[in-house]
């Protein structure tokens, strides 16, 4: 982990609707108290990156060194529905779709340690592609 990095927590939204005065805010917080680590769990709409906020403040923070991510927001299944999605920013979503690609990592001690990636050497027994299924529901 990190075990001298500095976290903190930021309240910024109140309510259902909030400024975006108020996530520049949070955000030039964390830049200015020495944050090593920025998590923004906050989506709006899509817009140009000169026009978003958030893509904007997070660029700053990256300038200066801070590791940011961002929670994307999904209103799909629609193409473009994804948000916070700045290539600056390591955007992190989760999905409905039951799948997991296994993926085992050998040491040079021959150790093994099974996990999950989507990276998938040709000529690997699972690098067959198999299709997508999506299963209509938008649960």
Known sequence: MAPYAHLAVYKVC???DWPESDILTGLDAAVADGADVISISIGEENMPFFEDSIAIASFAAIQKGIFVSCATGNSGPFNGTATNIAPWVLTIGVGTTDRKIKATKKLGNNKEFDGESLFQPK?????????????????
């Open 14 to 16: 109140f309510g259902l």
């Open 123 to 139: 000529g690997s027994p699972t690098s067959t592609l198999l299709p997508l299924v999506y299963d209509g529901s938008n649960e």
